[in-house]
């Protein structure tokens, strides 16, 4: 990614300015009840699933796994020739990184939706990604703007958001209606996509009109109690993993700042938010303490955690992930 330049160097003082940096002032009460398990039992397939990771040792790091996780980092990001097939598909570059375009090749609507993967921000698109992009796309006819944003370690979060913020800034100089514009991400990407609409924010940008996380990450420093209580049920996540992770992706920044843990910023002044999760995902013990803090706040989430199921749970095939699907073609299509 090319550093230089006037944009950059205003992004980068912006992101590094004092009164932006990490916990907000206000009082939060972080007592409250989460009581909105969709499923209060996970399905067969789900269970399969899991079975499968726990027996291949995915939380301790599989040489499988870790293999394609590996090739994703040295092999350019783009969607499967299938996709070609089915959709108007360009591609644009900015700050030396690819931002696909996926639209429906015949009716397309008013709707735009940028999608952050997930990846412990360092690994690309897999193809489960691609798949919820179709998904999306096909059901809601929308433009769906799937930037390969840079991984980590190389690049840091600084350099993530530098990208984020001038694809929405371009969508609202070609007028297009930001209550039109939803942000969804998953894991890294969720905890990206809440971090997005506070520094849209603090840039004086509109707000989208929803900002969707899916199994998201946001707090890399895994200081929550509640997360080793869970562990134990997680048959993906590995805490050192992410604490590392996170502090690579931080780079420079506190790892308490909101650009890496957007829990510690300010959650006031956002778009409509909307968190799908399972109860076999370590993160869940911070999903429900984002969903307190914003309900004290009296803020309004759309919260719902779905019983058993693990860590990007709606992107595999399952009849969870349908539900969850459906559901938010539904909010967006409203």
Same mark, same amino acid.
């Given at each position: 990614m090319r550093k230089n330049g006037t944009f950059f160097g205003i992004i980068s003082f912006m992101i590094a300015f004092p009164l932006l940096i990490s916990a907000q002032s206000l009082e939060r009460n972080e007592e409250c009840e989460v009581n909105m398990k969709i499923?209060?039992?996970?399905?067969?397939?789900?269970?399969?699933?899991?079975?499968?990771?726990?027996?291949?040792?995915?939380?301790?790091?599989?040489?499988?796994?870790?293999?394609?996780?590996?090739?994703?980092r040295t092999t350019p990001a783009r969607p499967p020739q299938s996709m070609f097939l089915k959709f108007d598909i360009q591609?644009?570059?900015?700050?030396?990184?690819?931002?696909?375009?996926i639209e429906p090749r015949t009716e397309l609507?008013?709707?735009?939706?940028?999608?952050?993967?997930?990846?412990?921000?360092?690994?690309?698109?897999?193809p489960p990604h691609w798949t919820f992009i179709s998904h999306i796309s096909d059901y809601l006819k929308a433009r769906?703007?799937?930037?390969?944003?840079?991984?980590? &370690? /190389?690049?840091?979060?600084? =350099?993530?958001?530098?990208?984020? #913020? @001038? $694809?929405? +800034?371009?969508?609202?100089?070609?007028?297009?209606?930001?209550?039109?514009i939803s942000i969804i991400g998953d894991s890294a990407g969720g905890g990206m996509t809440l971090a997005l609409g506070q520094f849209i924010r603090e840039m004086g940008l509109p707000?989208?009109?929803?900002?969707?996380?899916?199994?998201?990450?946001?707090?890399?420093?895994?200081?929550? &109690? /509640?997360?080793?209580?869970? =562990?134990?049920?997680?048959?993906? #996540? @590995? $805490?050192? +993993?992410i604490k590392v992770a996170g502090k690579e992706y931080a780079g420079h920044l506190d790892t308490k700042h909101y650009l890496?843990?957007?829990?510690?910023?300010?959650?006031?002044?956002?778009?409509?938010?909307?968190?799908?999760?399972?109860?076999?995902?370590?993160?869940?013990?911070?999903?429900?303490?984002?969903?307190?803090?914003?309900?004290?706040?009296?803020i309004e989430m759309n919260y719902y955690e779905y019983e058993g199921l693990f860590h990007v749970g709606m992107l595999y095939p399952t009849p969870e992930a349908k539900e969850i699907r459906e559901k938010i073609i539904a909010d967006l299509a409203e």
């Open positions: 499923r209060q039992e996970k399905s067969w397939v789900t269970q399969l699933i899991e079975n499968t990771m726990i027996r291949a040792n995915v939380k301790e790091g599989n040489p499988l796994y870790r293999f394609i996780n590996e090739m994703t591609v644009d570059e900015l700050f030396g990184r690819n931002v696909w375009n609507s008013d709707k735009v939706v940028i999608y952050l993967h997930g990846g412990s921000y360092k690994y690309n698109f897999m769906v703007i799937a930037p390969d944003y840079p991984l980590a &370690p /190389e690049y840091h979060a600084t =350099d993530v958001f530098a990208l984020l #913020l @001038n $694809i929405y +800034s371009k969508l609202i100089k070609e007028e297009i209606d930001p209550e039109n707000q989208p009109e929803q900002l969707i996380m899916l199994s998201p990450c946001v707090d890399v420093t895994m200081s929550n &109690p /509640e997360i080793k209580v869970i =562990d134990k049920d997680d048959p993906i #996540l @590995n $805490i050192d +993993s890496v843990s957007p829990i510690y910023g300010d959650l006031t002044g956002l778009a409509p938010m909307s968190l799908y999760v399972g109860t076999h995902d370590l993160l869940v013990a911070d999903c429900r303490k984002l969903y307190c803090m914003v309900t004290n706040l009296g």
